[in-house]
């Protein structure tokens, strides 16, 4: 028997729902089609942070309560209209990506069960150098979301100095994201390095609350930078991105004014329609700026510490101090 399903008019596409009763957040009880129709609902939002990008889509055909499908290939069956771009991995592997053009692209993928949404920090038309600056503020265990919003209104502090303006949004849990639009002319190894810099700057501010520690035995009870979301094929989830969490909650763009009282479970599937549909996207001028990162490089370059590891799937980069969790090297020597 053909399993059930509807078709939805997605701008010029007809985007076909199979299974569209199957409940995939058990908490909510909210269902496949809620999910396809919520990523429709914000779809210009959701476009404008994945447009043109190489994405990575987190798949659970089954619901959140079940294994996830995280690929960083282009779906093998999919329509001629489904665009892609060709993606280098760190171990120099190449592979076809999904390059999302237009809001039918994200619909279609959630009918495969994508949940989220990751892009790369870099654009179709140049895959080699990003065009944008992340900052990934990480609570570690026994935080909350307000220490994330501490860390965020410091990096805010720091930016602003540097005559660069950041864009906040909820990470879907406890943590903070913050996108810097940035001119691509600097290549991965250089943006990496800006990030490192930036983190360093933030945690100068309050090394009691925020931290760039790799290694999660030095990190304490502090907010983590992670500065390796700017290497090469490491993602966040998107603006808007469902997470796959029972209760369905969304990371969710916000002004700076908004940030000061936010409490990210205010964010869901069914809760982010109708606050897009009354304020729209409220980073709707992302775009419009993009910022130089010589002074973040001119700081790295003066900082006598020098490089920070790399993720362990990462080769030996040039100058990456050795790859060894610090308790480990003092009981080699």
Known sequence: MASPYIELEVGERTVKVTNPDKVYFPEIGA????????????????????RDRPTNIK???DGVQTEAIYQKRMPPRHPDWLQSVTVTFPS??????LRVTEIAAIAYCANLGTIDFHPWQVRAADVEHPDELRVDLDPQP?????????????TREVLAELGMTGYVKTSGNRGVHIAVRIEPRWDFVDVRHAGIALARAVEARDPALVTTAWWKEERGDR??????????????????SVRARPHAPVSAPLTWDELADADPRDFDIRTMPARFAEVGDVHVAIDDHAHSIEPLLRMYAE?????????????????????VQPSKARSDT
């Open 31 to 50: 269902t496949k089609r809620e999910l396809v129709e919520y990523y429709v609902s914000v779809g210009e939002g959701a476009l404008r942070a994945l």
């Open 303 to 323: 900082d006598e510490r020098g490089d920070m590891p790399y993720p362990p799937n990462y080769p030996k980069m040039p100058g990456e101090p050795k790859r």
């Open 92 to 97: 120099g592997r190449t592979a076809q990506s």
């Open 59 to 61: 798949r659970h055909p």
């Open 223 to 240: 907010v983590f930078i992670d500065f390796n979301q700017n290497a090469r094929d490491r993602t966040v989830a998107s603006a808007y």
């Open 142 to 154: 026994g935080l909350e979301f307000d220490a994330a919003r501490k860390a965020a209104f410091l």
